[in-house]
């Protein structure tokens, strides 16, 4: 791979879509932070972004999906984040991608077949058809799995808030099941995905990350 070309099959464009993907509390934040330093460093100009809330019709459907008080219908939160990431990616993410810009995203399509799958009520390639018509078809280049399991996940988000939203108070074993999903989705997709054990040290982890995202870059 030479220069900025996306991995092959790659409909970004000249730039490069890599996304974050784990559990709550694994540390994508972080991470995030610490791989746009580097690239904004070495000279990329860098878009740093998020899902659900990455635009101002986004940060609406993120209040109603995370703080809404009442139970909502499993299709109907399906719908909200497709609606969601159907926005961002026609008024952001494309957009960058064209401009030859370096697009780092915290959780995309892999969040919602993990997550709205994992509430075993809906198919997860339903959910997933849904995003792929939401988006155009449009994929990451690189997915980054921070694989934690859930019980250290708990701690660390126990250290940090006092608060949980409604999918953060969900029972521990939902959350081992999105845990496996996240896992099955990395193994039918080498080639898209890095799993880095997200209990090492945060240093160790960026180091892993920067290693597989400079042979997308050439940097
Ligand atoms: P957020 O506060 O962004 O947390 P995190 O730091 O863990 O990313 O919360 C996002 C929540 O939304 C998280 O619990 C996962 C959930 N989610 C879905 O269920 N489906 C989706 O498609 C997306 C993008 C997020």
Known sequence: MTGVEPASGSVTG?????????????????????LHEWLAGEGRTVVRT??????????????IVLHHRGDIAP???ALLYAADRAHHVATVVRPALARGEVVI???????????QGAGRVLDPEAVRGLSEWATEGLMPDLTILLDLDAVAARGRLDEARTRY??????ASEFHDRVRSAYLGLAEAEPERF????????????AAKIRERVALLTGL
């Open 105 to 115: 995203q915290d959780r995309y399509i892999d969040s919602s077949v993990a997550y």
């Open 165 to 170: 939203d409604r999918l953060e108070a969900e």
């Open 14 to 34: 000249r730039g490069l879509f890599i996304t974050l993907e784990g559990g709550d509390g694994s540390g994508k934040t972080t991470q995030a932070e610490l």
């Open 194 to 205: 890095l799993v880095v054990d997200a209990s090492q040290p945060v240093d160790e982890i």
């Open 50 to 63: 998020r899902e659900p809330g990455g635009t101002a019709v986004g940060i609406e459907v993120r209040e």
């Open 75 to 77: 299709r109907a939160e």
